[in-house]
């Protein structure tokens, strides 16, 4: 998993006209492929006089769940073309989708390329991304006299402390990056010099 990665936040929309034709873009956060087949048909729903909704959708950062599709323009004058500008951008949960209005004239399989690359492109430009970064989990729990190194080490790493908990031993949930986890969990036994608990949340 790339780390950090990007997601869409906030949705972007924007229109074009290109020789008589309207191709509206509109990019949407989606979590799921169920969430971006209900995008895709609420704006089917929407726009029911349009003569296509083409789309792309990539929904997690490892790129392995995406789709797109050129709902019955030329093969990859569309869907494809919309993909690109998600994938350039590095994005997950994200649908974007391009309707077309035809205008009467025929553009050519490149004339489409451009229009419904240019239409994704500026309603993704409209969008709001947000930073992930990935984190798991980890609580520690250690005695009194051990809380200068516990908390040392925690200052060591970009981490996020969640909760604290108080009793005879200190316990702490702290979310470490997922690429320091290992180095986290080694530090703390160093710095400890093997005393207090560790476990990894899954």
């Not at 451009?114 to 993704?124: D, G, K, N, Q, T």
């Not at 970064?133 to 981490?159: C, N, V, W």
């Amino acid at each position: 998993m790339p780390e950090p990665y990007l997601i869409l936040d906030k949705p972007g929309r924007a229109e074009i006209k290109v020789k008589g034709s309207r191709f509206i873009g509109e990019a949407l956060p989606v979590g799921s492929v169920e969430e971006a087949e209900a995008a895709l048909q609420a704006i089917r729903k929407r726009e029911y006089d349009a003569t296509h909704h083409c789309s792309a959708w990539r929904i997690d950062p490892e790129g392995r769940t995406f789709r797109y599709s050129d709902d019955g323009e030329p093969s990859n004058s569309a869907g494809s073309p919309i993909y690109r500008q998600i994938e350039g951008r590095d994005l997950s949960g994200a649908i974007v989708v391009v309707t077309r209005y035809y205008g009467g004239k025929k553009l050519g399989t490149g004339g489409l390329i451009r229009a419904y690359a240019e239409a994704a492109s500026l309603a993704l430009d409209e969008a709001t991304f947000k930073e992930i970064i990935p984190r798991t989990r980890i609580t520690i729990r250690f005695g009194y006299e051990d809380t200068s190194p516990a908390m040392h080490l925690i200052g060591q790493f970009d981490t996020l402390i969640s909760d604290t908990r108080y009793s005879d031993d200190t316990e702490i949930d702290v979310d470490v990056r997922d690429r320091d986890v290992e180095a986290f969990s080694n530090g703390f036994v160093e710095a400890l010099s093997g005393r207090g608990q560790l476990e990894t949340r899954s």
